[in-house]
């Protein structure tokens, strides 16, 4: 029996490589993501190299319609590793970025129903998972056929359309669609794209900036999972606004209170997120770690329906991106056009309505003041922006470009490797912001697709684990002294 549309995929799972990283992924990895599962028969197959060099050719593209790709063959591991490392006029795959799956014992071609009895291998062909894990579509040829990349980006571009319009069924149009309307036409066509393909559609424009192709320190990346950097130190975080400062100079010698009031955050929607600008008086700044200067801390601003980086090839819910600019130049505008010019902290959302983050409250309260481009609200109390960072500092750094245009190759990325929480209800509010006036495009997605990591340098810092019983039994013994 085939397995057809409309039912749920087996699950899969096994030892995979990608970019000579050997990496367990399973169905249960891709879940929220519309899936390619590509079979070909075996490593090394001239068909089959030629279709993985092609299928390479449009992976922004489907990471643009939140599709990934998952590669399976019969070869070992061990073998995809060798594929890998092999540049491709010799007949390898080198510098693919697509995971490939070992299935030596054939059990994953059978399941799909791909495997070529008798033969020891499967067909060639793939199958395309909505998010929800339910086949959508399939394609399978014998061995001496290819498969028409070409072919199936349209197929996941016109499923990922029409599961859209199929959300929108419901709601009534009024007035109805006209083909004398163009205008409406236009909205209802905005509607129902994916919200990630109309941010890079009209808002990255990616293809506008020559960068995006030939850098090759672009960003966000996947952060593998790694070893410890010895040599790495921690970060020094001074994020304390001045009324909270304990220096002299900030309070008056009569009643030793703040000489500065607590100033009022305010929030904007710039059209693409919402941000928040940190003034210069509150001198907040980071230092240590990987930097080799003080960095100012000079604005802080939220992607959300996914997060930019992923950990170990998992996305997150959302990330905030603390923007700091080298303190030995004037202003941010000096700093970008220089080498070390800017740094930028990352903290990764994760949804949970038990556990919100309490800042992040704070700004989820006034979102529904500035739904429109350019409107701005202040919090009641104003956000401590100290209190948006994870308990524990862990966190990987890497040489990098900014995710928005234009894209210039001058940050020094610091991704805590711990993340906060943020509540369902603060997401919400932020995929109702929209990109420009009433009845515009809402802001449901704004996430730039994984880049090429390529052969730059990523590092981890660990934070030294607390001994807890030591610290307890410490505590104990000064108290039966002191007794």
Same mark, same amino acid.
Not at 32 to 55: N, Q, R
Not at 71 to 83: E, G
């Given at each position: /029996?085939?397995?057809?549309?409309?039912?749920?995929?087996?699950?899969?799972?096994?030892?995979?490589?990608?970019?000579?990283?050997?990496?367990?992924?399973?169905?249960?990895?891709?879940?929220?993501?519309?899936?390619?599962?590509?079979?070909?028969?075996?490593?090394?197959?001239?068909?089959?190299?030629?279709?993985?060099?092609?299928?390479?050719?449009?992976?922004?593209?489907?990471?643009?319609?939140?599709?990934?790709?998952?590669?399976?063959?019969?070869?070992?591991?061990?073998?995809?590793?060798?594929?890998?490392?092999?540049?491709?006029?010799?007949?390898?795959?080198?510098?693919?970025?697509?995971?490939?799956?070992?299935?030596?014992?054939?059990?994953? !071609?059978?399941?799909?129903?791909?495997?070529?009895?008798?033969?020891?291998?499967?067909?060639?062909?793939?199958?395309?998972?909505?998010?929800?894990?339910?086949?959508?579509?399939?394609?399978?040829?014998?061995?001496?056929?290819?498969?028409?990349?070409?072919?199936?980006?349209?197929?996941?571009?016109?499923?990922? !359309?029409?599961?859209?319009?199929?959300?929108?069924?419901?709601?009534?149009?009024?007035?109805?669609?006209?083909?004398?309307?163009?205008?409406?036409?236009?909205?209802?066509?905005?509607?129902?794209?994916?919200?990630? $393909?109309?941010?890079?559609?009209?808002?990255?424009?990616?293809?506008?900036?020559?960068?995006?192709?030939?850098?090759?320190?672009?960003?966000?990346?996947?952060?593998?999972? /790694?070893?410890?950097?010895?040599?790495?130190?921690?970060?020094?975080?001074?994020?304390?606004?001045?009324?909270?400062?304990?220096?002299?100079?900030?309070? $008056?010698?009569?009643?030793?209170?703040?000489?500065?009031?607590?100033?009022?955050?305010?929030?904007?929607?710039?059209?693409?997120?919402?941000?928040?600008? =940190?003034?210069?008086?509150?001198?907040?700044?980071?230092?240590?770690?990987?930097?080799?200067?003080?960095?100012?801390?000079?604005?802080?601003?939220?992607?959300?329906?996914?997060?930019?980086?992923? =950990?170990?090839?998992?996305?997150?819910?959302?990330?905030?991106?603390?923007?700091?600019?080298?303190?030995?130049?004037?202003?941010?505008?000096?700093?970008?056009?220089?080498?070390?010019?800017?740094?930028?902290?990352?903290?990764?959302?994760?949804?949970?309505?038990?556990?919100?983050?309490?800042?992040?409250?704070?700004?989820?309260?006034?979102?529904?003041?500035?739904?429109?481009?350019?409107?701005? !609200?202040? $919090?009641?109390?104003?956000?401590?922006?100290?209190?948006?960072?994870? !308990?524990?500092?862990?966190?990987?750094?890497?040489?990098?470009?900014?995710? $928005?245009?234009?894209?210039?190759?001058?940050?020094?990325?610091?991704?805590?490797?711990?993340?906060?929480?943020?509540?369902?209800?603060?997401?919400?509010? /932020?995929?109702?912001?929209?990109?420009?006036?009433?009845?515009?495009?809402?802001?449901?997605?704004?996430?730039?697709?994984?880049?090429?990591?390529?052969?730059?340098?990523?590092?981890?810092?660990?934070?030294?684990?607390?001994?807890? /019983?030591?610290?307890?039994?410490?505590?104990?013994?000064?108290?039966?002294?002191?007794?």
């Amino acid at each position: /029996m085939s397995l057809l549309p409309g039912n749920k995929a087996p699950s899969f799972g096994g030892i995979s490589v990608i970019d000579g990283d050997f990496q367990d992924i399973g169905l249960e990895d891709y879940e929220g993501y519309w899936l390619v599962l590509f079979f070909l028969p075996s490593d090394f197959d001239f068909i089959g190299t030629s279709s993985l060099l092609e299928l390479e050719k449009i992976v922004d593209e489907l990471h643009g319609l939140n599709c990934k790709v998952v590669a399976c063959s019969r070869s070992s591991a061990v073998v995809h590793d060798v594929y890998g490392s092999i540049k491709p006029q010799y007949g390898g795959i080198r510098g693919l970025s697509i995971p490939i799956l070992e299935d030596p014992s054939l059990d994953i !071609a059978r399941n799909y129903h791909m495997l070529k009895e008798n033969g020891g291998h499967s067909f060639r062909g793939y199958y395309i998972m909505n998010p929800e894990g339910v086949v959508r579509a399939k394609a399978v040829g014998d061995l001496p056929v290819g498969i028409h990349i070409k072919h199936l980006l349209r197929k996941v571009q016109t499923l990922a !359309a029409l599961e859209w319009e199929n959300q929108l069924l419901d709601e009534k149009l009024d007035p109805p669609v006209e083909d004398d309307n163009p205008d409406l036409l236009g909205k209802l066509k905005d509607k129902i794209t994916p919200g990630n $393909t109309f941010y890079i559609q009209n808002f990255l424009h990616q293809q506008d900036f020559p960068i995006t192709k030939s850098g090759k320190l672009q960003s966000p990346i996947n952060l593998p999972e /790694m070893e410890p950097t010895v040599d790495l130190a921690p970060l020094k975080f001074n994020y304390t606004p001045p009324w909270e400062d304990e220096y002299d100079f900030y309070f $008056t010698e009569e009643t030793h209170q703040p000489d500065i009031d607590p100033q009022p955050t305010s929030i904007t929607n710039n059209g693409h997120a919402w941000v928040t600008s =940190i003034p210069d008086s509150f001198n907040s700044s980071i230092h240590g770690g990987p930097l080799t200067g003080t960095y100012r801390l000079f604005k802080l601003h939220c992607h959300w329906g996914s997060s930019e980086h992923s =950990i170990n090839g998992k996305h997150k819910d959302g990330e905030l991106h603390f923007v700091h600019y080298n303190s030995k130049y004037d202003s941010i505008d000096s700093a970008i056009t220089n080498p070390e010019g800017v740094c930028v902290v990352s903290v990764l959302l994760t949804i949970d309505d038990d556990y919100p983050n309490p800042e992040l409250e704070k700004v989820a309260d006034v979102l529904d003041l500035i739904q429109c481009k350019g409107e701005s !609200a202040e $919090t009641p109390v104003p956000l401590d922006v100290s209190g948006l960072l994870p !308990a524990v500092k862990s966190y990987y750094t890497y040489p990098g470009g900014f995710t $928005t245009p234009d894209y210039r190759e001058v940050i020094d990325w610091i991704v805590m490797k711990e993340g906060i929480c943020v509540s369902s209800k603060a997401i919400n509010l /932020m995929k109702d912001l929209s990109y420009g006036g009433p009845g515009d495009r809402t802001i449901d997605f704004n996430c730039r697709p994984i880049q090429k990591t390529g052969d730059r340098s990523i590092k981890l810092y660990m934070e030294p684990k607390v001994d807890s /019983m030591a610290d307890e039994s410490l505590d104990n013994k000064k108290e039966e002294k002191s007794s």
